[in-house]
T-cell receptor, first 115, second 109 residues
Framework: DAGITQSPRHKVTETGTPVTLRCHQT?????MYWYRQDPGHGLRLIHY???????DKGEVSDGYSVSRSKTEDFLLTLESATSSQTSVYFC??????????????FGQGTRLTVV | KNEVEQSPQNLTAQEGEFITINCSYS?????LHWLQQHPGGGIVSLFM???GKKKHGRLIATINIQEKHSSLHITASHPRDSAVYIC???????????FGTGTSLTVIP
């Protein structure tokens, strides 16, 4: 199994509070992604990173920020959590081998409930 | 606009049946991924394909690049195969994935 872990696995927080989710990898992969998974919508990209300090927005980035200060960690922050951000959040990693496709690996998910 | 379409959305089968899940996509791709998610669980990568066919145990994945179509087959299905199966593609341009909305499979003993 690929070395990718998410923390926490479950969290309940109150509306308006900041929340940070962590994705940690031991594979030294270049690309890291944060997705949210909601019924009827499948997986939607929030933000992704293509290197240390290099990040870009996905289709549902409003209300979220990210940081990647080192290769192994990709942090997702909800600055002021809202009930609409109740979801299951998945981190994914993908390598970058020139001339070859690389497999994607996913974390176990973080179930976030905003009350 | 959905770059990746899966069918069926839901599938119920009796144990032992042969199962096929289909995936069609509309963009040029460098690879196609089949993923599995058990209820309440994480997402596991089953296959990554760029051409032809791959087999792992009772699972077989095929891809036809010209027709922009892939299939996931499960032979001799078992209740533990009950899960959501997700098709995803790595497009030729960009660093993101496009995901299908998943096929929910239930295998009844």
């Amino acid at each position: 199994d690929a070395g990718i872990t998410q923390s926490p696995r479950h969290k309940v927080t109150e509306t308006g509070t900041p929340v940070t989710l962590r994705c940690h990898q031991t594979e030294n992969h270049r690309y890291m992604y944060w997705y949210r998974q909601d019924p009827g919508h499948g997986l939607r990209l929030i933000h992704y990173s293509y290197g240390v300090k290099d990040t870009d927005k996905g289709e549902v980035s409003d209300g979220y920020s990210v940081s990647r200060s080192k290769t192994e960690d990709f942090l997702l922050t909800l600055e002021s959590a809202t009930s609409s951000q109740t979801s299951v959040y998945f981190c994914a990693i993908r390598g970058d081998r020139v001339g070859a496709n690389t497999e994607a690996f996913f974390g176990q998910g973080t179930r976030l409930t905003v009350v | 606009k959905n770059e990746v379409e899966q069918s069926p959305q839901n599938l119920t089968a009796q144990e032992g049946e042969f199962i096929t899940i289909n995936c069609s996509y509309s963009v040029g791709i460098s690879a196609l991924h089949w993923l599995q998610q058990h209820p309440g669980g994480g997402i596991v990568s089953l296959f990554m394909l760029s051409s032809g066919k791959k087999k792992h145990g009772r699972l077989i994945a095929t891809i036809n690049i010209q027709e922009k179509h892939s299939s996931l087959h499960i032979t001799a299905s078992h209740p533990r195969d009950s899960a959501v199966y997700i098709c995803a593609v790595s497009p030729n341009t960009g660093n993101q994935f496009y995901f299908g909305t998943g096929t929910s499979l239930t295998v009844i003993p």
